[in-house]
């Protein structure tokens, strides 16, 4: 097992990576105060490690309830969070009580906006059940919903007190989902560090096997690096926005074909090859990295051609994404591996990127 | 005009109290970065103070706009809330968008709230145009909504960039109203001042007729006292909690009745009722001063005797108040005015108080 720290400052907390942690109570006996935990999970993960969690869990006395949510990206809204608020006060939750996040980044996000709201805030710990939330949600306290007309809009930032990530549940986890999970370790190697990134292309085919140590190394380089840009912006004042690398197209993509119809990590995966295509046109990128990070997304099978939207949903969309300021775009763009900036854009320049990397309507 | 400093850090905002501050642009000129305003108002106090508000903000060249809710404690529900979120995601508001709560308590809170989430937070500015949102919701950061099962359960703390407390706003407000805010001024001078109780005592006549120096007065010391509560237990680990004195029992009168039936403070001027004599029952507090207290409440035009619930359904209903830990009620009592204590309290006790103070089934 390796412990990746988040420093927070009070509220600094450690993320575990390794092998067959769920059923380790060691691990959770720390973070646990209060006398009642709610485990909230759903339909999918619930049937293949609800059990262990409670196995592990047992030997510690606590109260423990379980909420199964119903599945998938179409489901993170308001009516399923208030089946969470519904269970705690029908279990009759206090301020002291534990919510435990068994799931992916939807679990997660819903999860982690329920304990900063509940009361107005409990405790939560991390166990997250795929690659993708693994290495991206389970770091940076990120939590929240989404909207009709818009992904993520309402939210909290609101740290856990540990995150268990237990490589192990990767196993049963679909390839679609899997690849999903590498777009953000490319994503983190792309924007910070390009010795990572050549890492990735040496270990791709061993990441899309599933082989244990390469994703544990993922997951830590990931983690360890998103830990750092966290640590120095916790509320997204500046820096933090280079981890969005990808996500202003992605976002769109999401939201524009409504939520759930492509995984959040094909999305980013995608929303980067676009990235790189504006980076190469404004002369931030050069042509050969712009290709070297297209032929990685491939190997990787993601995405690398945007739905047909058109241009103007496309920006229509990405108008109202957070980062937006007054109607304005920011974009992150790629300068070289391990290097960033972020830039509004012609609009002629995002239309002919689009017409290069999204079907014609 | 007068400044009370709510000493919070990085997190500190000053609350000005005078007679016509809804009109000063110079107050809100500092608290506005952003290109656009977004005003939350209901149909009450828009018509009242809607205009001298916008006109008060025109000479900032900021785009503003107003959504206007339905009035009263009955709406302070995710419905409500969601009206505030669609309008800014439709006014395509971001993350430097400031929100304005114009209006009462039940206005504050889900401002509040929306601000905390939207994108994640945005900065808001409290315009309270009730004696009792100026004394109590303005100052600590609560804010949140009502849940079928509890009062105020999904919420956050989250503090304003200014609170400004017209004191001619109370010209409008309901007699009823009026008497609900006095129900919180008594309360501050009975846990926190015994100098400002007596005070109360002299003045309740010039509060009752609506005297603007006297307001200004309660205005200004009840802020003053619940600013410096609030900054030594910003997120209510434990001083903090003395604040909910009469809360308890008020809660449950409000979750009983309804939300909306008795207003906030009527229910409070009656659970500080409750709260003596259990104090007075259990040795904490001698009868003079309960006696005391319950003339002051009298004088203030405020319930004194509990709606007809059933010793049992009072108690369950406490049992679910956030204060509450592991199903014991945790009650605020008092010891003499200025001072209080926390405790539990024998169930048969509770009954007596229960069976003395409230309407029989």
Known sequence: MITVNVEL???AYPIHIGPDLIG???LFAPHIAGST?????????????????????APLGKQVSTVVLPDGEAHKNWETLNLIFDALLNARADRKTTLIALGGGVIGDMTGFAAACYMRGVPFIQVPTTLLSQVDSSVGGKTGINHPLGKNMIGAFYQPQAVIADISALRTL????????????????AIADAGFFDWIETSIDAL??????????????????????????????????????????????????GYGEWLHGEAVGCGMVMAADLSVRLGHLDDVARRRLVDLIVAANLPVRGPALGDSRYIELMKVDKKAEAGAIKFILLKRFGDTLITEAPDDAVRATLAATAAPI
């Open 174 to 189: 679909p390839a679609r989902e899997l690849a999903a999970g590498v777009a953000e370790v490319i994503k983190t190697g």
């Open 37 to 57: 935990v709610t485990i909230v999970t759903n339909t999918t993960v619930d049937p293949l490690y609800g059990d262990a969690l409670r196995h592990a869990l």
């Open 208 to 257: 899309n096997r599933c082989e244990p140590q390469a994703l544990a190394e993922a997951v830590k380089r990931s983690c360890g690096i998103k830990a750092s840009v966290v640590a120095a912006d916790e509320r997204e004042g500046g820096l933090r926005a280079i981890l969005n690398f990808g996500h202003t197209f992605g976002h769109a993509i999401e939201a524009g074909l």
């Open 24 to 26: 380790r109570t060691d």
């Open 9 to 11: 400052g009070e509220r």
